[in-house]
């Protein structure tokens, strides 16, 4: 099956709303998808926000990216 093509943005999203509905943290997450040679895109987690993070957290916000990356493919901006 290929993979839909959507934005940065969008992505930035999805990782978001999953993240707030399946991971309790005391602050919000920013998050940034950036395209990456390797593994065509990938998400990083600002600096401040990554701090409150748990290491299940991080994991589970890993493992979202995993996810999304089998379903979906950065779009050129």
């Not at 934005?7 to 993240?19: A, K, P, T, V």
């Not at 990083?44 to 290491?55: K, N, Q, S, V």
């Amino acid at each position: 099956m290929a993979k839909k093509r959507v934005s940065s943005i969008d992505l930035s999203w999805m990782i978001f709303e999953r993240m707030r509905d399946e991971v309790a943290t005391p602050r919000g997450v920013s998050v940034a998808v950036v395209p990456d040679a390797e593994l065509g895109w990938r998400a990083i987690i600002e600096g401040r926000g990554g701090r409150y993070l748990t290491a299940a957290a991080i994991r589970r916000f890993r493992s979202i990216e995993n996810e999304l990356r089998s379903d979906y493919s950065l779009a050129a901006d």
